[in-house]
């Protein structure tokens, strides 16, 4: 979902820069602008509208479809960026801003679709253009950016996938390929007069007979076609999905009801059921830790000589429960001796994570410093846990929530265009009045 959305943002901003040559430079611009309309505390100048109209004809002649109207076309465009700017007066409500690295990897994502290997080769051709072209596009990523955080934050939080919700999912057929289970299964296609009638009698010998090419035999006569098949053991997946939904309520041995299809009515039996064969083993440790945190009492000196103080009174036979019991500022694990209990991978911070994996069980770490403090661990224990019903509830749910993505993506923008303040100056791009 996510590279997805990044994907569309690159796109477009490499369409801003093919676009931005037959533009007017932006210090022309800025002369001759004027205010189109206001959203909030900002302002659309006709500038703006000229690029927003430039990129859409751009799309159009890309897709080789004709052009609507030009009256259109306009109002589409200040209608994009009439929401675009609702969406920029949440991200500076929130502060929300990307990393220098995020943004320098992004527009140097454009760069090189652009030919350029560098920033610095990048920046001399568009600034070639126009004077502040590259400032001016590098600002126009940072927002897409900026954004595109925006949404996953405000739309992830919309989107309320229940336990029950992952369970009826998993049932489905689409869920059942999800597990990667297989079943076993018989199909008989009964076709022709009184098919229905027949099928309901070939139903019945099927609960206590499993010999398909017998009742085949028996039952086309007299214009009835009774095709027979084993199809064998197979995914879930490449099972026709009107069938595969009737199989998934099935238990072993059972007969399905009748299936009223086009070509006939279908009858299944299911005879075997075998679960998902690959296992999600993931490794876990047993840590425990002291964490020294600066404060407004310790600072980053005393705080790096308290915790090479602890590490030398362990390494001398200390005991680590005692220290991390008495001196850890993590309250939780303090009050357990130090404990975190078993830790899967991705749960800490990436320099905690990266030591706890590196540290020799039953030995203890060297001080080392995170965002939270400086750190002393020890792992007691290893294991490889199974955590396969967890991946699959993960999956499952990350996959309702993509499908759920798009329609509260909408949503929300809907909500955000009709509660911002919109005023639009110009009256033949106003779509409400040239509609009544």
Partial sequence: MKTKQLKQIFKATALALC?????????VAETKDEVVAVVDN??????DLAQGIAEI????EQTKKPLPPQQYIEQQALEQ???REAQLEQVKRYNIRP???ALNDAVLKVAKDAGSPSLEAFQQKL???APNTYAGLRNRVAEDLAINRLRQQVVTSRIKISDQDVKNFLSTPQGQALLGNQVHVLHLRIAGENATQIATQIKKELDSSNDIQALSKKYSVNGVQVDAADMGTRNLADIP???AARVTTLQTGQTSELIEARDGVHVLKLLERKGGEQKALVPQYLTRHILIQPSEVISEDNAKQMVNSLYTRLKQGEDFAVLAATFSNDPGSARDSGSLGWVSPGVMVPEFEQRMKDTPVGQISEPFQSQFGWHILQVTETRQQDMTKEYQERMARQLLGERQFDAELDSWLRETRNNAFVEIKDPHLDRKKNQS
């Fill in 57 to 60: 004809n751009h799309q159009f």
């Fill in 81 to 83: 960026l009439i929401i």
């Fill in 127 to 129: 600034d070639k253009i």
């Fill in 19 to 27: 676009l931005s040559s037959a533009m007017t430079t932006y210090a």
């Fill in 42 to 47: 900002s302002v659309i100048l006709r500038s």
């Fill in 241 to 243: 999905t009107e069938l």
């Fill in 99 to 101: 990393d220098e690295k």
